[in-house]
T-cell receptor
Framework: GAVVSQHPSWVICKSGTSVKIECRSLDFQATTMFWYRQFPKQSLMLMATSNEGSKATYEQGVEKDKFLINHASLTLSTLTVTSAHPEDSSFYIC???????????????FGAGTRLSVL | TQLLEQSPQFLSIQEGENLTVYCNSSSVFSSLQWYRQEPGEGPVLLVTVVTGGEVKKLKRLTFQFGDARKDSSLHITAAQPGDTGLYLCAGVYNFNKFYFGSGTKLNVKP
C-alpha cells in the first residue's frame, strides 16, 4: 500500500517559537493532503486540506495565520505552527489521498503522527 | 459537533467475547472507511465500503454499510487482546470531504 512519512515524530519547543512538520508521500503523488489534530483519547479533527500549488482550505475555527500550510510539490506538504503556545500541544497527523482526485473510495493513507509539546 | 457518531465510546470485554461498534450520521456518505489506531501512531485502514448494503469480512471482523449509506457497523467475533485499540470510522462526503467519527476505545482483557 501507499506510504506516507511524517517528520518529526516528536518535538518539544519553547513557547513563542515556531515548529515545522513535514508530510511526504513516498511512493505516489499526492495533489491533496490533509492535516488533522488529535487530543488524548479523542478522534481526529480535520484542520485543513492542503492543495498542491494553491492555498490550503481551512476548517472553521482553525487559524490560518497560526497553522501555516505549504504544499509546494506533489509529494510534500508542511504544517508550521507559528508562535506556539502550550495549548497548541497535541498530536498532529497528516494524510494523503489516493487516488489523487478522490472519488468514491477516496482512500487516505496516514503518517505516523507528530507529538508536539510546547513548554 | 461530530458529523459521525460512534457508539459505544468505550468498551472493555473479556477475550473470546463478541462486540459491535456502530457509526451513524444523518448525512449520506460517498463511502465509509474503518481504521484502527494504536497510541502514538497514525490510523491504519481496515476496510472501505462503497455500496449501500455492502458487507465485507476481514478474518474475525465483519463490516456492514447501511442500505441508505448513512450508517455502518463493525462486528468482531471472539475478540483477542491484540484487537485492543481505538477504532475510527471515517465518512467521505460528496466524494471529497473526509471526516472521522468520535471513536471507540476497545480494551480486550486476557
Amino acid at each position: 500500500g501507499a506510504v506516507v512519512s511524517q517528520h518529526p515524530s516528536w518535538v518539544i519547543c519553547k513557547s513563542g517559537t515556531s515548529v515545522k512538520i513535514e508530510c511526504r508521500s513516498l511512493d505516489f503523488q499526492a495533489t491533496t493532503m490533509f492535516w488533522y489534530r488529535q487530543f488524548p483519547k479523542q478522534s481526529l479533527m480535520l484542520m485543513a486540506t492542503s492543495n498542491e500549488g494553491s492555498k490550503a482550505t481551512y476548517e472553521q475555527g482553525v487559524e490560518k495565520d497560526k497553522f501555516l500550510i505549504n504544499h509546494a510539490s506533489l509529494t510534500l506538504s508542511t504544517l508550521t505552527v507559528t508562535s506556539a503556545h502550550p495549548e497548541d500541544s497535541s498530536f498532529y497527523i497528516c494524510s494523503a489521498r489516493d487516488p489523487p482526485g478522490g472519488g468514491a473510495k477516496n482512500i487516505q493513507y496516514f503518517g505516523a503522527g507528530t507529538r508536539l509539546s510546547v513548554l | 459537533t461530530q458529523l459521525l457518531e460512534q457508539s459505544p465510546q468505550f468498551l472493555s470485554i473479556q477475550e473470546g467475547e463478541n462486540l459491535t461498534v456502530y457509526c451513524n450520521s444523518s448525512s449520506v456518505f460517498s463511502s465509509l472507511q474503518w481504521y484502527r489506531q494504536e497510541p502514538g501512531e497514525g490510523p491504519v485502514l481496515l476496510v472501505t465500503v462503497v455500496t449501500g448494503g455492502e458487507v465485507k469480512k476481514l478474518k474475525r471482523l465483519t463490516f456492514q454499510f447501511g442500505d441508505a449509506r448513512k450508517d455502518s457497523s463493525l462486528h468482531i467475533t471472539a475478540a483477542q487482546p491484540g484487537d485492543t485499540g481505538l477504532y475510527l470510522c471515517a465518512g467521505v462526503y460528496n466524494f471529497n470531504k473526509f471526516y472521522f467519527g468520535s471513536g471507540t476505545k476497545l480494551n480486550v482483557k486476557p
